[in-house]
Nanobody, 122 residues
Framework: QVQLVESGGGLVQPGGSLRLSCAAS????????IGWFRQAPGKEREGVSC????????NYADSVKGRFTIFRDNDKNTVYLRMNSLKPEDTAVYYC???????????????WGRGTQVTVSS
């Protein structure tokens, strides 16, 4: 069964850090372009970051540039999202998904997991 499972969310204070994991099963993740998305209460899901399957190129939403880092560990069949300097506006459910192209504004998926909740609050 092809599946992506997100984990690593939690409650963190503003300025804190978290590392989210996107673990793949049923397929080899290194041959897929992976996007991270998030959805805050009352808002549409938005693209946050992505990494290509080929040369590992990355893209980031302007709101997270310089604070978030996406990377992959092919041995663990996992993509990570390292989030530093977290802000209350980063609070959302975070999802990962396979996407066709690593373009923040237009990347889409129709196969979603449960996501992982990130809450940034003092």
């Amino acid at each position: 069964q092809v599946q992506l499972v997100e984990s690593g969310g939690g409650l963190v204070q503003p300025g804190g850090s978290l590392r989210l994991s996107c673990a793949a099963s049923g397929f080899t993740l290194r041959y897929s372009t992976i996007g991270w998305f998030r959805q805050a209460p009352g808002k549409e899901r938005e693209g946050v970051s992505c990494i290509t399957w080929g040369d590992g190129s990355t893209n980031y939403a302007d709101s997270v540039k310089g604070r978030f880092t996406i990377f992959r560990d092919n041995d663990k069949n996992t993509v990570y999202l390292r989030m530093n300097s977290l802000k209350p506006e980063d609070t959302a459910v975070y999802y990962c998904a396979t996407v066709r192209m690593c373009t923040i504004a237009t990347m889409r998926s129709n196969n979603w997991g449960r996501g992982t909740q990130v809450t940034v609050s003092s």
